[in-house]
């Protein structure tokens, strides 16, 4: 079965610094990965996703993350940290060849003035 | 475009009533999937639709769970008696198509406490 790990329950950055949550994924066959973001008393909203294309995947607000088969990875970046940007993340897998998201234990970003 | 709708956004009752959630897809959206988020287990999948029918419904907890998709445009979730454990946020969301690597747009939940 496919799994993910988010290795940091919760990370603290400054306003203006870089961020870094990390990923790793379980899988037999060549996955599909999304990033979701999840702010306070919200919805899931999608960030980016991994679907065989480009290893190095573009999302919204200024986040990127890149898929590494070597090293069952997908962390997601951001160059600078914004106030909004606090919220909770979660890493997910799809299973092959079906809509099923398998969903990460979600890492909490908190941003500091 | 509205988004995935859902309704209520909070519910509060008691310990044995019936609990019905309800949801709106995104027009279009042939997929739509039920999910549940505590604290204590994360967001879990508890069923999901395809064309209006159930495809995978493994992660409904119990027989006091059901779901039902009458139409491309409504689907509820009815929780018979509902129990303090049922307490959680229940998420809707809806896709466009079957397969691998589709997008999901979820709504902004429901939160439930059962008292």
């Known amino acids: 079965a496919q799994s993910v790990t988010q290795l940091d329950s919760h990370v603290s950055v400054s306003e203006g610094t870089p961020v870094l949550l990390r990923c790793n994924y379980s899988?037999?066959?060549?996955?599909?990965l999304f990033w979701y973001v999840q702010h306070p008393n919200k919805g899931l909203q999608l960030l980016l996703k991994?679907?065989?294309?480009?290893?190095l995947v573009k999302g919204i607000n200024g986040f990127e993350a890149e898929f590494k088969k070597s090293e069952t990875s997908f962390h997601l970046t951001k160059p600078s940290a914004h106030m909004s940007d606090a919220a909770e993340y979660f890493c997910?897998?799809?299973?092959?060849?079906?809509?099923?998201?398998?969903f990460g234990t979600g890492t909490r970003l908190l941003v500091s003035p | 475009d509205a988004g995935v709708i859902q309704s209520p956004r909070h519910e509060v009752t008691e310990m044995g009533q019936e609990v019905t959630l309800r949801c709106k897809p995104i027009?279009?959206?042939?997929?739509l999937f039920w999910y549940r988020q505590t604290m204590m287990r994360g967001l879990e999948l508890l069923i999901y639709?395809?064309?209006?029918?159930?495809?995978?419904d493994s992660g409904m907890p119990e027989d006091r769970f059901s779901a039902k998709m009458p139409n491309a445009s409504f689907s509820t979730l009815k929780i018979q008696p509902s129990e303090p454990r049922d307490s959680a946020v229940y998420f809707c969301?809806?896709?466009?198509?079957?397969?691998?690597?589709?997008?999901?747009?979820f709504g902004p939940g429901t939160r439930l406490l059962v008292l």
């Open positions: 997910v897998v799809s299973e092959e060849g079906f809509q099923k998201l398998v």
């Open positions: 027009s279009g959206h042939n997929s």
């Open positions: 639709f395809n064309n209006n029918v159930p495809i995978d």
């Open positions: 991994y679907t065989s294309a480009a290893t």
């Open positions: 969301a809806s896709s466009p198509d079957p397969g691998q690597g589709e997008t999901q747009y």
């Open positions: 899988s037999s066959y060549s996955p599909s």
